[in-house]
Every structure is written in C-alpha cells, then in structure tokens.
C-alpha cells in the first residue's frame, strides 16, 4: 500500500485549524520556498502563554491533522519542557512558543526573506 501524497495546502489548513481549536495566538505563515538551501517549504509559527497551551497547541494539531488526512509528524521536539515545541511535517514545519521564548528567537527574522503570512482567524 503506498502512503497517500498529502496535499501541503490542505496540511497547512488542518494545522492551522488546529492551533486555532485551542486557542493559538499571533499565528504566521512563513513560505520558504524561494529561498535557497531551506530544510522545508513552510514554517508556521504560533505562540501559547503557558507550557500547558503549549503543549496543548501541539496535542491538537497533531490530533487534527491525524484525524483529517490521517498524517503525522515525521519527528517532534521540546515536548519535555513545552517551552518551544517542533512538529516536523516533512514539508511544513510547525514552530509553537510560548511568547518569551518566540521573542527570544525571533524566528521571522532570521527567515527575513521568506513570505511572511499573518494568518487570521475567527
């Protein structure tokens, strides 16, 4: 049996979706895809205000991903202490901080020549 192709948009979506069920905040679409030598096509960033909505954040958007399109992360990072969590979807990597943290590494501006995307929601 071979693994579906996940359409990036549609994954982009139902992250999107859910970071939004739990309340994500200041949610930014990075397209890296012009720029050279990048490890994947999109980054998206979102921030929580606590390691509990951090980690909550996390637990959702895998949830939603994996009841949607019935994918998950190839790899996840920083669960221990949910001060930054990664979630590695191949082609979009998914960044949740919480706010002190996401200041510090100011993430959108080492990629200051990726099309940044303030994404909006209800």
Known sequence: MTKKKINTDELIAEIIKGI???KGEDIQLLDLREIE????D????CSGNSN????AIS???QKTVSKEIKDKPWHI???TNSEWILMDYVHVVVHV???HIREFYD????????????????
Request: include cysteine; aromatic fraction near 10%.
């Open 20 to 22: 939004d069920n739990v």
């Open 77 to 79: 990072e920083g669960q």
């Open 37 to 40: 030598n990048t490890v994947c």
């Open 107 to 122: 993430i959108e501006s080492l990629w200051g020549d990726a099309k940044i995307t303030a994404i909006k929601t209800k």
């Open 52 to 55: 509990t909505q951090v980690n």
């Open 97 to 99: 901080f919480q706010k």
């Open 42 to 45: 999109y980054f998206i960033v």
């Open 59 to 61: 637990g959702s958007v």
